[in-house]
């Protein structure tokens, strides 16, 4: 399963996507038994990948030049958890 965040600027480090990260999880290994969670970002959002490391996921791989932006490319981030590395956040 992939996921997708897209945050507005005038909402980001308000905590909205560790939610959203936490849910996705739960939903994906919890409720679905999914095997693996995965997602990709553009190598210049910090923000992104360092949620991704505190959220568990590994970073995979880079992947240079494999994403086309109003005309630039940019290189890509991607990162996974596994199923067996997923824990349910506490009460």
Known sequence: ???GILL???V???GLGVRVLEFAKQYAFAI???HRLWLQTLD???GMQKLALAAGFVHERDE???WLV????HDRKCYSILGTEYRLPAP
């Open 8 to 10: 507005m600027p005038e």
């Open 12 to 14: 980001r480090r308000q």
């Open 64 to 66: 240079r030049q494999s």
């Open 1 to 3: 399963m992939g996921l």
């Open 32 to 34: 679905r038994g999914f």
């Open 70 to 73: 109003h005309g630039v490319f």
């Open 44 to 46: 210049d959002n910090i």
